[in-house]
């Protein structure tokens, strides 16, 4: 039998009265290292159907104190109910997995639609640097007491095309059976729904190291269990990298680059054409690591090459 391990209860939360349902519905024990994030599509504490549909916790939002309230209905040890659970698939709320939903809207008609009629709310793609960072203490809470690793995928899609994987963001069976870190229920194996649409989720991850003391160079203390280790292909040459380049390794260069946060400068593209927005995308990566940023000219070698897909 798994043991409950680390503190059960986020500090402040409500976990008591008529929104905690673990003694109506039990759960089983896990050792967590994945954090499912939601949205709950309303504006107050869902009932969830007396407890029927329930993450783990709550977070709603107090718009005058800045703050968001936390209302936990199981341990965070304990599987909650809120997934999608198929007859005989990968028993997805009991696979290790800590659930958080937050109050607001991930879709921009309801945000519209809301703010038309004066409704005060959260609209999650644009959510304020506030509200992100009462996220990032819940989420460096996680990692530092409960080993989730500070890892994401790379697709946060805007809702509607979010949902039913319609850009692609969903994982297999395998790949969410693999994975170690803080997702979206977009991203959930055998459930369709969309949210959070696009999350400011680098935000967030930034908010979490500064929370933790973090080095930005570092990334998280501590190793991520079982996850495996990238193929990183042969650097192919300084050649394939100048000016009149028109070849596959650029293309892949770029893919890269956007795939890291660091295709900015691209208005189209990228593509297998080495031009100016390929060297400066470059240079902007060299310049936010420390081994790289003292000879940032922007042309990849094969330590810019190593890092970049490492």
């Not at 290790?96 to 703010?115: H, I, L, Y």
Request: glycine share 10%; with cysteine; charged share 20%.
């Amino acid at each position: 039998m798994t043991t409950l391990t680390g503190p059960q209860i986020y500090p402040g939360a409500v976990a008591s009265g008529s929104s905690w349902y673990q003694d109506n519905y039990g759960g089983d024990p896990m050792d967590i290292n994945v954090l499912v994030i939601h949205t709950t599509e309303g504006t107050s504490l869902p009932t969830y159907g007396g407890g029927a549909s329930a993450p783990n916790i709550t977070f709603v939002p107090d718009f005058q104190a800045k703050k968001l309230k936390a209302y936990q209905h199981y341990r965070t040890d304990i599987s909650s109910r809120a997934l999608v659970n198929k007859l005989g698939g990968v028993a997805t709320n009991t696979n290790n997995v800590t659930q958080a939903e937050f109050v607001g809207t991930c879709d921009p008609t309801t945000s519209k639609r809301w703010q038309a009629a004066g409704v005060e709310h959260i609209f999650w793609p644009q959510a304020p640097d506030w509200a992100l960072r009462e996220m990032a203490e819940y989420v460096a809470w996680v990692h530092e007491e409960h080993g989730v690793p500070l890892v994401v995928p790379a697709k946060w899609p805007a809702y509607p095309s979010s949902y039913a994987n319609g850009q692609g963001q969903r994982m297999t069976e395998a790949q969410w059976n693999a994975f170690r870190g803080v997702s979206g229920h977009m991203h959930v194996t055998e459930n369709v729904h969309g949210d959070p649409g696009s999350l400011n989720v680098g935000r967030v991850i930034q908010f979490v190291k500064e929370i933790l003391a973090l080095d930005e160079e570092e990334g998280p203390e501590s190793p991520i269990p079982d996850a495996p280790k990238p193929v990183i292909p042969p650097f192919p040459g300084r050649k394939y990298f100048r000016a009149g380049a028109n070849n596959k390794h650029v293309t892949q260069l770029g893919k890269q680059l956007v795939k890291r946060g660091f295709g900015k400068r691209y208005s189209m593209g990228p593509g297998p054409r080495w031009g100016e927005a390929d060297r400066l995308n470059v240079r902007d990566f060299q310049r936010s690591k420390a081994v790289l940023k003292g000879d940032a000219d922007g042309y990849p070698g094969p330590l810019t090459w190593q890092l970049l897909f490492g």
